[in-house]
C-alpha cells in the first residue's frame, strides 16, 4: 500500500492522470483538507485536471507510513504553486483499499509546516 500511495503523490507531480486512473476504485470518496470532498472516480479526475491547470506540486515527501489490515496511514510534507502562490504544509493522508488493491476512501489532514515553541525550547 505504501508503493501505492508514493505512487499517487508522484502522480500529482509528473501531472500523470493515467496512474490515478489506475490506482483509485471507480467509487472513490475522497475528502481533501480543507473541505471539498469528491464522489467517484470521474469527479477526481475532473478535480484533478481543473487543479493542474492553475498550479503545480512541487514536492510531495512522504515522512512515515503506517499500515494496517487495508489502511494505510501516511505523514507527509507538501508544498505546490497554485495560482502564482508557492505555499508548504505538513499533513497526513488515511487510504483504505478495496479487496482489488484500489483506493475506495482517502482523507487528508494538514497541519502547519511552520513550528514555534511559545514556552522555549
Request: hydrophobic share 35%.
Given at each position: 500500500m505504501?508503493?501505492?500511495?508514493?505512487?499517487?503523490?508522484?502522480?500529482?507531480?509528473?501531472?500523470?492522470?493515467?496512474?490515478?486512473?489506475?490506482?483509485?476504485?471507480?467509487?472513490?470518496?475522497?475528502?481533501?483538507?480543507y473541505?471539498?470532498?469528491?464522489?467517484?472516480?470521474?469527479?477526481?479526475?475532473?478535480?484533478?485536471?481543473?487543479?493542474?491547470?492553475?498550479?503545480?506540486?512541487?514536492?510531495?515527501?512522504i515522512?512515515?507510513?503506517?499500515?494496517?489490515?487495508?489502511?494505510?496511514?501516511?505523514?507527509?510534507?507538501?508544498?505546490?504553486?497554485?495560482?502564482?502562490?508557492?505555499?508548504?504544509?505538513?499533513?497526513?493522508?488515511?487510504?483504505?483499499?478495496?479487496?482489488?488493491?484500489?483506493?475506495?476512501?482517502?482523507?487528508?489532514?494538514q497541519?502547519?509546516?511552520?513550528?514555534?515553541?511559545?514556552?522555549?525550547?
Amino acid at each position: 500500500m505504501t508503493e501505492i500511495i508514493q505512487k499517487y503523490f508522484q502522480a500529482w507531480i509528473e501531472v500523470d492522470l493515467r496512474t490515478v486512473k489506475e490506482i483509485f476504485s471507480d467509487d472513490i470518496i475522497y475528502s481533501e483538507c480543507y473541505g471539498p470532498e469528491y464522489h467517484g472516480l470521474p469527479q477526481m479526475i475532473q478535480w484533478f485536471e481543473e487543479w493542474n491547470n492553475k498550479g503545480r506540486v512541487l514536492e510531495w515527501t512522504i515522512k512515515q507510513t503506517i499500515e494496517h489490515n487495508k489502511t494505510i496511514i501516511a505523514e507527509w510534507y507538501f508544498k505546490c504553486n497554485y495560482e502564482g502562490n508557492t505555499d508548504g504544509f505538513d499533513g497526513v493522508t488515511i487510504a483504505d483499499f478495496d479487496n482489488n488493491g484500489k483506493i475506495v476512501f482517502l482523507r487528508e489532514f494538514q497541519s502547519k509546516a511552520e513550528h514555534y515553541y511559545p514556552y522555549g525550547e
